[in-house]
């Protein structure tokens, strides 16, 4: 009973991340309550994090059996790969506008968006979502109970559904430019033979026009 209260949690919890992170919904929003459209990315944000702390609460809470735990050199493998993917945070944070992320842009701005500049950071050469591949690394590299599994199956297929809908909203504002990058680029997992060289990535960043 735990495992599907923790299973339903976690998909409540993504279906409302998804229908407010909507276009339709955000359109919806601002033609009914255009005033609160400019704090509307920092209310999301707010509510996003005060709605994860009950899911949280029912994963971690009481004592758990573990199924594996990493051991010796694999401990320090997976350890490594986890420091190497909060690293990739850092290193492809110049690959987005964190001013948009946050709500601050959108703030300054009275609730417009405007269609960034398309970019390829370093990271983004080698894989199209490197925040969702870190998140891959970290939760996977974890030693795992069953709460910790059933939290990680649901967060990769949200994340794998997400960067679809993701996509589709790019490929909106970047037309064949995007569709492009994903023909070179994979989505979640790096491939050694997929990939943009800098070159590549400057000549599609300067192909690119939004809108």
């Not at 407010?20 to 920092?42: C, E, H, N, T």
């Not at 004592?63 to 993917?85: C, E, M, S």
């Not at 680029?185 to 990939?195: A, F, M, Q, S």
Request: glycine letters at 8%; charged letters at 15%; hydrophobic letters at 50%.
């Amino acid at each position: 009973m735990k495992l599907a209260a923790i299973a339903l949690a976690w998909l409540g919890y993504f279906a409302l991340h998804s229908v407010l992170a909507a276009s339709s919904f955000k359109a919806w929003v601002a033609d009914r309550w255009p005033q609160f459209m400019p704090g509307y990315r920092i209310a999301f944000n707010l509510l996003a994090t005060l709605t994860l702390i009950p899911v949280l609460w029912l994963v971690y809470r009481g004592d758990n059996d573990w199924l594996w735990r990493w051991q010796g050199a694999w401990a320090w493998l997976a350890d490594g790969l986890a420091l190497a993917a909060i690293l990739s945070l850092l290193l492809s944070g110049p690959g987005y506008d964190m001013g948009e992320f946050l709500g601050l842009r959108q703030l300054r701005q009275h609730g417009q968006e405007h269609p960034e500049q398309f970019t390829v950071s370093v990271l983004h050469r080698f894989v199209r979502h490197p925040w969702y591949c870190a998140g891959l690394v970290l939760i996977w590299t974890r030693d795992m109970n069953g709460p910790l599994l059933i939290s990680a199956l649901m967060i990769s297929a949200y994340f794998v559904i997400g960067s679809k809908l993701e996509e589709g909203k790019l490929l909106a504002v970047y037309g064949e430019t995007y569709r492009r990058y994903m023909e070179k680029v994979p989505g979640l997992i790096p491939l050694p033979w997929k990939r943009l060289t800098a070159a590549e990535a400057a000549a599609l960043t300067k192909s690119a026009d939004p809108g």
